[in-house]
């Protein structure tokens, strides 16, 4: 089966699950599509053992859909513009201090934290696990992937400041947890120990070089889309700083998605104020919502179906449960030392950390992070616990973190 039947049998799935969810199910979009996804997953799974054509055709699917590599090199570059794109900077400028250093420390600081704990919890379970890979599962799950709760956020009347820190976070830390995530990868297919000049270098290599191309590429849109008035022209000029400014990243070894949300904050803010005209501006606005729901459509039904491929044991199963509770308190402590660092410049209550937590979603990067392992790193044991802690933090945190008080 050839990779657009594949991607057309997704957004068929995506369109039919995404209208059952809407008129009988009713829950936060992302959270539907998935739910449905899953449970026709376990529907396939009891089938195959009747049927097994049913199962093995869709184990097919999954394995010629290459996940990993379409959503890193391909979605997430959309995603990270889009959501960068409608975020407005005078909003995000009131809570630079906290995003930087929730999107930065608190990915390091998270990726350390569950790195020891998770090397140690495998030797007590007689499972012998190399640091390095440990270090590599804590980057992979560290990034948040607040996508599916936003929503939530809103109609529970979160405040502005904090639904900002939320999303800005969640954009910034994706990339940072990609970088650090490509540096830790690097070194350990070395086969090398862990030399902090060498990671320093490959990430500065990474981050400084994505930075500096999201800025060129996003000054160069807003300059084309301000020379002209015609929004035809301008929604491709957009579509072209995406995919151009992805392609160049990917032969220039520097970071492509935190490329993407500068650029997409740059088109998002002065180029939509002072690039476009009102029509413009509606038009450009609306092409990427859309391609952001369509995106997230296709990225929550994969996960929900990933269930037919992941395997598990009960010991896999208990280790998972446990890393559920690791990762929270990894989170937390990861949001509070940064809290308490930053607290000359901006308060952030113990309250707001509590959100934070609890509302640090993990979903498709992680999953495909994940993916993208090597057997010899342990790809099977860490992709199965990253599916249990996404599947708890996208059903159980993103379907209560609605009911939290805000102060």
Request: aromatic share 12%; glycine share 10%; with cysteine.
């Amino acid at each position: 089966m050839g990779l657009f039947y594949i991607f057309s049998l997704l957004i068929t799935f995506s369109a039919l699950f995404g209208y059952l969810n809407h008129k009988f199910i009713k829950l936060p979009g992302s959270i539907g599509l998935m739910l449905i996804s899953l449970i026709m997953s376990v529907g396939i799974s009891i089938a195959g053992s009747f049927i097994p054509s049913v199962e093995k055709f869709f184990l097919e699917i999954l394995h010629e859909f290459d996940f990993s590599t379409i959503l890193l090199d391909f979605m997430l570059s959309f995603m990270l513009f889009a959501g960068a794109f409608h975020i407005k900077y005078s909003d995000l400028n009131e809570s630079k201090v906290p995003v930087i250093a929730f999107s930065t420390l608190s990915v390091i600081i998270s990726t350390v934290i569950i790195g020891y704990t998770m090397y140690y919890l495998l030797n007590v379970f007689g499972i012998e696990m190399k640091l390095i890979y440990c270090f590599l599962f804590g980057s992979l799950i560290s990034p948040t992937d607040p996508i599916a709760v936003i929503s939530i956020l809103k109609r529970a009347g979160i405040p502005k400041d904090l639904e900002t820190k939320i999303a800005g976070e969640s954009l910034f830390n994706d990339g940072v947890a990609v970088v650090v995530f490509l540096v830790l990868f690097k070194l350990a297919g070395s086969g090398e120990d862990i030399n902090v000049s060498d990671a320093l270098s490959l990430f500065a290599q990474e981050a400084g070089g994505g930075l500096i191309l999201g800025l060129i590429i996003g000054y160069l849109g807003y300059k084309l889309i301000k020379s002209i008035d015609h929004y035809q022209t301008e929604v491709l000029v957009t579509l072209a700083v995406v995919m151009g400014g992805y392609t160049v990243a990917h032969l220039t070894h520097v970071s492509g998605p935190l490329a993407m949300v500068i650029a997409g904050l740059i088109l998002g803010n002065p180029g939509k104020e002072k690039g476009m005209s009102v029509i413009t501006a509606d038009y450009v606005d609306k092409f990427w919502e859309l391609i952001d729901e369509i995106m997230n459509g296709i990225l929550f039904v994969f996960i929900g179906l990933q269930f037919i491929a992941v395997s598990y044991t009960p010991r896999i199963e208990i280790i998972a449960a446990i890393a559920i509770l690791l990762n929270l308190l990894a989170r937390f402590v990861s949001l509070w030392i940064p809290a308490q660092i930053i607290r000359w410049k901006q308060k952030i209550t113990f309250n707001t950390i509590t959100v934070l937590t609890w509302g640090g979603l993990r979903g498709g990067i992680s999953i495909a992070l994940a993916l993208s392992l090597k057997p010899e790193f342990g790809k099977d044991i860490w992709l199965s616990i990253t599916y249990v802690i996404a599947c708890f933090s996208i059903f159980v945190q993103g379907l209560t973190v609605g009911k939290m008080k805000y102060k």
